[in-house]
């Protein structure tokens, strides 16, 4: 059943002392299935933030119609979202900062303690995130994510800048919740390799303005090795389509094919 339905014909922005407007996606559609896991993967500034944001309801200013379990965005199911950095509230403890997004019933149910539980953060929730590292803090803001009841998860590069053993283990964490939970993910991200480990479903997006040139479905089944079992699924979609990652690479390092951006690729 689809849960998520996008249909954004066109999206720019007015920028101070530029007389036409900025386009940043042009024709961005697809749909996302009840309990699916989905990344949006591209390249920097081709419109993938811009495109959370829209679904979240954060910004209506856009031609075309998204629908969230057949409501508007902002006027249907709860939304969680985690951004790039955790944005935590500073004075805030831990158990506080989940608290502060949760319902009335979920914090009389002990919801935002359960979380603590399940993320491995119950000897932290006294704490104040400037207390833990930056992948606590990302760990935290995941639970957060969780604390709001979403109907679907928006997540954009939550796990970008750490280090390597921190975001593997926060993926699989991830996943784990996602099991329990049967959540419904949208994921940005411009790592393939990230991608190809969590997602159902890829979308790829080309240089600005974004739109989608291939929607792939990863063809192996879950529990999967980000070293072995991936490599050569990653192998084989470069093979079929070679100008895949340079054309994400941005105007200024190569375009995408005529071919490639003309159409979308079902794999």
């Known amino acids: 059943m689809t849960l998520l339905s996008v249909n954004i014909l066109r999206k720019s922005f007015v920028l101070p002392g530029v007389g036409d407007p900025l386009i940043v996606l042009d024709d961005v559609t697809f749909e996302v299935g009840d309990g699916e896991f989905v990344c949006v993967l591209g390249p920097s500034g081709c419109g993938k933030t811009t495109v959370l944001q829209l679904v979240a309801g954060l910004d209506a200013e856009f031609e075309g119609q998204i629908s969230l379990d057949g409501a508007p965005p902002g006027q ?17 403890t831990v158990l506080e ?9 979920s914090i009389a149910s002990a919801l935002p303690e359960r979380l603590l539980t399940d993320f491995d953060l119950q000897a932290f929730m006294n704490a104040h995130p400037n207390r833990l590292s930056g992948g606590m803090q990302r760990r935290v803001a995941l639970a957060r994510a969780y604390a709001v009841e979403p109907k679907i998860l928006l997540l954009d590069e939550p796990f970008v800048s750490l280090d390597v053993p921190v975001a593997s283990a926060l993926r699989i964490l991830l996943l784990k919740q996602c099991r329990q939970r049967k959540a419904t993910v949208l994921f940005v991200t411009h790592d393939l390799g990230e991608a190809l480990f969590l997602a159902d479903r890829i979308l790829f997006m080309s240089p600005r303005p974004g739109k989608i040139v291939l929607e792939y479905q990863v063809p192996i089944k ?3 090795s980000e ?11 470069l093979r079929r389509f070679p100008q895949i990652l340079s054309g994400l690479a941005g105007p200024d390092q190569g375009a995408v094919s005529e071919d490639l951006a003309g159409a979308v690729f079902r794999a």
């Open 76 to 92: 249907g199911p709860r939304v969680g979202y985690m951004f790039q950095s955790p944005r935590l509230m500073p004075w805030m």
């Open 97 to 105: 900062n989940l608290r502060l997004v949760a319902s009335k019933d």
């Open 222 to 224: 879950r529990p999967r």
């Open 227 to 237: 070293s072995k079992d991936l490599e050569a699924v990653r192998e084989d979609l």
